[in-house]
């Protein structure tokens, strides 16, 4: 019953760290949460490699149960907050491509390579 009760308590962690992940994505610390991604999945590996046993008393399995559900709700609500992350990456660098685009434009058609908006030392 020990091992159960140490498998038990290695998936309450992984609960506590997808939490915790989570928490980090609400509030925009993508750096910490690819740090803890990085241990997340090597808990999930190897918690994979210990199956939940099947014959289990109706409690430890609602534990387990409650656990999981938490832990696949926290992983959707992650993949959201990552996908919209994404998305306001993929916009910040379509309007870069976009300020390149016509800064190299007014470079190729103005006599002395000046740009809008940006000073140029060698007149001065």
């Known amino acids: 019953m020990t091992s159960l009760q140490q498998l038990l308590s290695e998936y309450q962690q992984l609960q506590q ?10 509030n925009g610390l993508w750096d910490e949460v690819v740090e803890q991604e990085i241990i997340y999945i090597q808990t999930v590996e190897h ?17 387990f149960r409650k656990i999981l559900r938490e832990i696949v709700e926290s ?5 959201a907050l990552l996908q919209k992350r994404m998305d306001e990456l993929s916009a910040l660098m379509q309007t870069s ?4 685009s016509v800064n190299a434009a007014y470079g ?6 000046i740009i809008p908006g940006h000073v140029n030392h060698n007149n001065e």
């Open 97 to 100: 491509l976009k300020q390149h």
């Open 75 to 79: 992983e959707a609500q992650i993949k």
């Open 108 to 113: 190729e058609f103005s006599p002395q390579g």
């Open 47 to 63: 918690l994979s490699k210990t199956p939940i046993p099947e014959n289990l008393d109706s409690v430890i399995q609602l534990q």
């Open 17 to 26: 760290l997808s939490r915790s992940i989570l928490a980090l994505a609400t």
